[in-house]
């Protein structure tokens, strides 16, 4: 999936014309932190709510000296291109271009943690397990027959990691929401269980493991 496809048509952008309070009044409206600032079409940058505050909020958004590096994905870019760019410079939103710097519209990180709670079955009945092991150890076969042996299917996983760590957190979503049996068949291999999340948990920490995985794409 690119980034078009996931482009908000609910958030417009600012002018430079338009002053720092309207933009911290469409800030708090929708819950974000950024806006982009456009010209005729055109991405100039993108305005913080930290920029707004050191500057006068009745001046313009066009006078006031950006802090961001004018980040942005270009419409055609996976969506890992963009969680990339949301990680890496703490985003709320991530503008999307065309060509030659058309403004495309933005992705909101909501949009974002919406799609991939629904493209990596967060959606679907079960629990949670994180796994610490050794980077050597890892296996997803071996793991998924692990499951498997229990009755239970491996929804989706991912792995988050940290370069100056031999270990690795490997989180499984299981469809299974009793996974006691699970967690003794792991243990017997030796496995460590570094957390668990029935249906309850899960939803509570959604926003915790969207942001394991940015950690991990960051890397």
Known sequence: MTAQELISDVIMPLRTSDTGEFGLSIMNEFYVKHLPIVNNDQLLGLVSEEDILEHDVMEAVG???????????????????????????????????????????????????????NSFSFAERGSIIVLEMAKSEYSLATLSQIVESENGTVLSTFITTDPDSPRVLVTLKVNKQDISSILSTFQRYEYEVNATFTETDYYDTLKERYDMLMSYLNV
């Open 63 to 117: 006078s006031y000296n950006l802090s961001l590096n004018r980040p942005y994905v270009s419409a055609g870019d996976h969506l890992f291109d963009v969680m990339r760019v949301m990680s890496e410079f703490n985003l709320t939103v991530v503008p999307v271009i065309h060509e030659e710097d058309q403004y495309a519209g933005l992705i909101t990180q909501e949009d974002l943690i919406q799609f991939y709670a």
